[in-house]
């Protein structure tokens, strides 16, 4: 039986943590759900088979029941990229004494990984960056899986409402990593206060909030807004529990790169919120080919600067990076819980007297 969303998170804690491809493995998402999180695999870039070994390694630790991220793409076409609109990145692997190489593949088969979270069931498979067929959702609930649909708008919403979505996941505009639109441009977007709001009012489904939460009030308030759940991304980061090459977690902690995060394709085709850096200031308004020829294309790239000054890395990050806490994923629940408490009683003790 397909479990409902809100029966599978901690009633003191409803706060999932985000699955961030390339950061949240099954390590990570153990010491989540030890911590009271709902843990969730980012599994977006994985194989197919390192999908099943992921799931089995979380099993293996815990029983408790953990989300599945997957990336919809359609394959892309076969052959030879036309790299000339990308002179602007082939001079900065030359300038930085990289090999450039173009990959055999630029992305693991959407429709290999699906099998391998359907053999595998996870409680909860959630999407991003497309639309599964209603006959796919119907395939995930024949195997009591929760299907959950990335939406950054309410048309976006209601499509997911289409095909047979358990629940959506309201993205806002604040959210670090990439943008899960399909249907709405990706470098525009709502915030998610009035995002939450206007899906509530339209779309009859558990909402699960996303984008710029960092505090116990923030959760408190994406609750009062009709949502049953908060993830939590970015301020999971700086957390001792991931592992992060060294320049990115000095830039979740000690902000060398500026004060603000910025929407940019330039790392991978689509939009995506990051802490800016040379790269992200150079591909400005540069050609870029498509996800995931473009994220394949920079891969290289990116791995040497993680081993060096992180001004050529991905730094993936939402609004609210600065308040990140260095802190274990254990202690941070333990800290927005008392937020939580501590927000809701403020609220009563306030404001719900004097409404009453």
């Known amino acids: 039986m397909v479990a409902h969303i ?19 493995g099954s390590a990570v998402v153990v010491k989540a759900i030890q911590a009271g999180f709902l843990g969730a695999l980012g599994a977006g870039m994985m194989e197919p088979e390192t999908i099943r070994q992921e799931i089995r390694a979380i099993r293996a630790a815990t029983p408790a029941p953990f989300c599945v991220n997957l990336f919809v793409l359609e394959d892309p076409a076969s052959g030879t990229p036309d790299l000339a609109p990308l002179s602007w990145l082939t001079d900065l692997y030359a300038w930085h004494n990289v090999p450039f ?17 359907l053999a595998e069931a996870p409680a909860v498979l959630s999407c991003t960056f497309g639309l599964l067929s209603k006959e796919q959702v119907s395939a995930c609930h024949a195997c009591n899986i929760a299907v959950v649909g990335t939406a950054t708008s309410t048309p976006e919403a209601l ?3 289409e095909v047979g979505a358990d629940a959506i996941c309201a993205q806002g505009i ?26 509530r009012s339209t779309v009859p489904l558990p909402l ?18 009709g949502a049953c759940a908060a993830q939590i991304g970015t301020a999971l980061l700086p957390s001792s529990d991931l592992s992060l090459p060294s320049p990115y977690r000095a830039a979740l902690l000690n902000k060398p790169f500026g004060t603000s995060t910025e929407l940019t394709n330039a790392f991978s085709g689509r939009y995506a919120r990051g802490l800016q850096n040379d790269f992200l200031r150079t591909g400005r308004g540069k050609p870029t080919l498509p996800y995931p020829i473009q994220n394949a294309l920079t891969q290289p790239l990116r791995r040497a600067s993680a081993q060096q000054d992180g001004e050529h890395l991905s730094l993936w990050a939402g609004q609210a990076v600065h308040l990140g806490r260095d802190m274990s994923l254990a202690d941070l629940a333990t800290t927005l819980k008392t937020e939580l408490r501590e927000a809701a009683q403020t609220l009563e003790k306030q404001w719900f007297s004097a409404l009453s």
């Open 101 to 117: 190489s173009i990959p055999e593949k630029f992305a693991p088969s959407f429709p290999a990984q699906f099998d391998a979270v």
């Open 208 to 225: 699960i909030a996303a984008g710029g939460i960092a505090t116990g009030g923030a959760i408190l308030a994406v609750l009062a807004l």
């Open 159 to 161: 499509a997911w409402a």
């Open 6 to 24: 809100s029966s599978l998170l901690a009633p003191d804690f409803p706060v999932i943590q985000a699955p961030m491809a390339g950061v949240s």
């Open 174 to 199: 604040e959210a670090g990593g990439h943008r899960g639109s399909f249907l709405t441009a990706q470098d525009q977007g709502m915030g998610l206060m009035p995002l939450l709001q206007e899906i």
